[in-house]
């Protein structure tokens, strides 16, 4: 199992542009999040998925959209990149019934 | 906002003594989860505490969970350098979303 996978490692955006985030995971996990994570903040969760098809927002949801067409995939959106969304971002994954979440490796993401 | 506050927000030791840091947290909860974060990768799941267990061992960690005073504390026995690392505390309230602390940044020195 690759578990959970998330691409690109990094990357740098000009205030305005868009792109997406990937993850992905091969554990059958039914959950999903995206978190972000900030200096002295801790993580704080985006968007999650409790299941295909399914999306509901978390702590800090503003500039981000998400969709879950399928159990494996989970991208997060940028609209319009801003520099307040200069930050690590976290995917993880965890199965029914359990509470372990398994993350990637992140994405550092730069703003200018 | 942060439901859980690790304490303290760093920590150095010498290799083999005993590292200790603490949470503190909001809400009651479910449970309890203590995270590592290595530099530059994501976090990885150590252990996990039930609101109704106020003890728990696995290898080196030893985990307590105080539910009256919304505490709990995460000991790491005869550290060593690849202890060094972030350690998150996160709990999972009765909405059932887990959440993070803000860390403790622990530093063994050899």
């Known amino acids: 199992n690759a578990g959970v996978t998330q691409t690109p490692k990094f990357q740098v955006l000009k205030t305005g542009q868009s792109m997406t985030l990937q993850c992905a995971q091969d554990?059958?996990?039914?959950?999903m999040s995206w978190y972000r994570q900030d200096p002295g903040m801790g993580l704080r969760l985006i968007h999650y998925?409790?299941?295909?098809?399914?999306?509901d927002q978390g702590e800090v949801p503003n500039g981000y959209n998400v969709s879950r067409s399928t159990t494996e995939d989970f991208p997060l959106r940028l609209l319009s990149a801003a520099p307040s969304q200069t930050s690590v971002y976290f995917c993880?994954?965890?199965?029914?019934?359990?509470?372990?979440?398994?993350f990637g490796p992140g994405t550092r993401l730069l703003v200018l | 906002s942060q439901q859980g506050e690790e304490d303290p927000q760093a920590l150095s030791i010498q290799e083999g003594e005993n590292a200790t840091m603490n949470c503190s947290y909001k809400t009651s909860i479910n449970n309890l989860q203590w995270y590592r974060q290595n530099s530059g990768r994501g976090l990885v799941h150590l252990i996990l505490i039930r609101s109704n267990e106020r003890e728990k061992h696995s290898g080196r960690l030893r985990v307590t969970l105080d539910t009256s005073k919304k505490s709990s504390s995460l000991l790491i026995t005869a550290s060593r350098a690849a202890d060094t690392a972030s350690y998150f505390c996160a709990t999972v309230p009765r909405n059932e979303k887990l959440t993070f602390g803000t860390g403790t940044r622990l530093t063994i020195i050899p």
């Open positions: 993880a994954s965890r199965a029914p019934g359990t509470e372990t979440q398994y």
């Open positions: 998925s409790v299941g295909a098809g399914i999306t």
């Open positions: 554990m059958n996990h039914e959950y």
